[in-house]
């Protein structure tokens, strides 16, 4: 019965936002250009310099790691890792640009291994001690799953990694590590490149036009923008906790993201900081009437309520399905996120104009 209002609703709210906004209208076109702007600025190109300064202390770390090994190194190493690892949640579901060119949004992170077909590849060239593994370049041709940070995840944190702090110990290991991390490298230096102030993408992110290739009017930019939120939280809900966290109770806690470095629920909460951020910092509730401003705060709430979810937990995938209890917090956790799923694809959108022939949820 609670389905069947709700849908009720979604259907009263869709069809009073096409009487009133059918469409973004061009009074609203300075705020859609502000929106765009503002997002490149404040998120798109701090989120990729991040990124870049990260992977470049990786590189460092991991090169110091395997000219002079030791615990310390080992660990210095390891928290560049984690710092790039979140660096990519906070900004992995821009998928436009650069992003989606030369295959690099899979060669920076391949997940989810569904056959585990990649982690054999990484094993096969780690047992044959393939030495093509080891140069940056060739490995940039090689398979998107033994280049990029699940990869090098399973080199330094796996069992018996901490065997890369001995000298006398895996020099293979560490070289095929370096080259990973100079692979990201020179890929999160493209990713940046290509979204400064100039280059032709930004040019066309920042102003919708008949020519432009990426959206030619208000209505298709705003449908990117709210799109990539929806469909970011979306990706987290389904694949980051919902292909380890199994409906039927058949969880499979071991083929979390990031389980072996400890990450999995710090990433999910970046994830969700990163979709928040580019609400935030889009200014994007600007393109609202001011009679629906109210539900730009009602989103934002509902960010609150499930980061405050996803940062509580302090353990690994495995004993958080194993508890009752903290399994029911992440079960909450896939609630909250559907909840702002709904405030922006039910309520936002429609308000903004933008509920004609586009469903955000069913990913059109």
Same mark, same amino acid.
């Given at each position: 019965?609670?389905?069947?209002?709700?849908?009720?609703?979604?259907?009263?709210?869709? /069809?009073?936002?096409?009487?009133?906004?059918?469409?973004? +209208?061009?009074?609203?076109?300075?705020?859609?250009?502000?929106?765009?702007?503002? !997002?490149w600025a404040g998120y798109i190109v701090p989120s990729y310099a991040r990124l870049s300064d990260d992977a470049a202390r990786l590189e460092t770390t991991t090169r110091a790691l395997c000219e002079t090994p030791s615990a310390q190194?080992?660990?210095?190493?390891?928290?560049?890792?984690?710092?790039?690892?979140?660096? $990519?949640?906070?900004? @992995? $579901?821009?998928?436009?640009?650069?992003?989606?060119?030369?295959?690099?949004?899979?060669?920076?992170?391949?997940?989810?291994?569904?056959?585990?077909?990649?982690?054999?590849? /990484?094993?096969?060239?780690?047992?044959?001690?393939?030495?093509?593994?080891?140069?940056?370049? =060739? &490995?940039?041709?090689?398979?998107?799953?033994?280049?990029?940070?699940?990869?090098?995840?399973?080199?330094?944190?796996?069992?018996?990694? %901490?065997?890369?702090?001995?000298?006398?110990?895996?020099? #293979?290991?560490?070289?095929?590590?370096?080259?990973?991390?100079?692979? &990201?490298?020179?890929?999160?230096? @493209?990713?940046?490149?290509? $979204?400064?102030?100039?280059?032709?993408?930004? =040019?066309? *992110?920042?102003?919708?036009?008949?020519? +432009?290739?990426?959206?030619?009017? +208000?209505?298709?930019?705003?449908?990117?923008?709210?799109?990539?939120?929806?469909?970011?939280? @979306?990706? /987290?809900?389904?694949?980051?906790?919902?292909? *380890?966290?199994?409906?039927?109770?058949?969880?499979?806690?071991?083929?979390? &993201?990031?389980?072996?470095? !400890? &990450?999995?629920?710090?990433s999910i909460a970046t994830n969700l900081e990163g979709c928040l951020d580019l609400f935030e910092r889009s200014g994007i509730e600007r393109v609202l009437p001011d009679e629906a401003r109210y539900i730009g705060d009602q989103v934002?709430?509902?960010?609150?309520? %499930?980061?405050?979810?996803?940062?509580?937990?302090? %353990?690994?995938?495995?004993?958080? /399905? !194993?508890?009752? =209890?903290?399994?029911?917090?992440? =079960?909450?956790?896939?609630?909250?996120?559907?909840?702002?799923?709904?405030?922006?694809?039910?309520?936002?959108?429609?308000?903004?104009?933008?509920?004609?022939? #586009?469903? *955000?949820?069913?990913?059109?």
């Amino acid at each position: 019965m609670a389905c069947f209002v709700r849908r009720c609703l979604c259907r009263f709210l869709l /069809v009073l936002a096409v009487c009133l906004f059918p469409a973004v +209208n061009a009074g609203a076109s300075g705020k859609v250009e502000d929106v765009l702007r503002d !997002g490149w600025a404040g998120y798109i190109v701090p989120s990729y310099a991040r990124l870049s300064d990260d992977a470049a202390r990786l590189e460092t770390t991991t090169r110091a790691l395997c000219e002079t090994p030791s615990a310390q190194t080992l660990a210095s190493a390891r928290a560049a890792f984690g710092s790039m690892a979140l660096s $990519w949640a906070r900004i @992995e $579901w821009l998928r436009v640009g650069p992003s989606m060119e030369e295959n690099r949004l899979e060669r920076m992170l391949f997940y989810p291994d569904r056959k585990g077909t990649g982690l054999k590849q /990484v094993q096969r060239a780690l047992a044959g001690q393939d030495e093509v593994v080891t140069d940056a370049a =060739k &490995l940039g041709q090689l398979s998107v799953a033994m280049q990029g940070l699940g990869a090098y995840e399973f080199l330094l944190f796996r069992k018996g990694s %901490a065997a890369l702090a001995s000298a006398a110990s895996n020099v #293979f290991d560490c070289r095929y590590a370096l080259a990973i991390a100079q692979n &990201l490298l020179a890929m999160s230096g @493209e990713l940046s490149a290509g $979204w400064q102030a100039g280059t032709p993408l930004t =040019k066309a *992110f920042v102003m919708p036009s008949p020519e +432009n290739t990426l959206y030619r009017d +208000n209505v298709e930019a705003l449908n990117l923008v709210i799109g990539t939120i929806i469909h970011g939280l @979306e990706a /987290v809900r389904d694949v980051r906790i919902g292909y *380890f966290l199994r409906k039927d109770g058949r969880d499979r806690p071991r083929s979390a &993201l990031y389980r072996r470095s !400890g &990450l999995t629920l710090a990433s999910i909460a970046t994830n969700l900081e990163g979709c928040l951020d580019l609400f935030e910092r889009s200014g994007i509730e600007r393109v609202l009437p001011d009679e629906a401003r109210y539900i730009g705060d009602q989103v934002r709430l509902e960010f609150q309520l %499930a980061l405050r979810a996803a940062r509580e937990f302090n %353990a690994g995938p495995e004993a958080l /399905v !194993g508890d009752a =209890k903290s399994r029911k917090r992440l =079960k909450y956790l896939e609630y909250a996120i559907s909840n702002i799923i709904a405030r922006l694809n039910d309520e936002f959108a429609p308000a903004a104009g933008l509920a004609a022939g #586009f469903s *955000f949820g069913d990913g059109d």
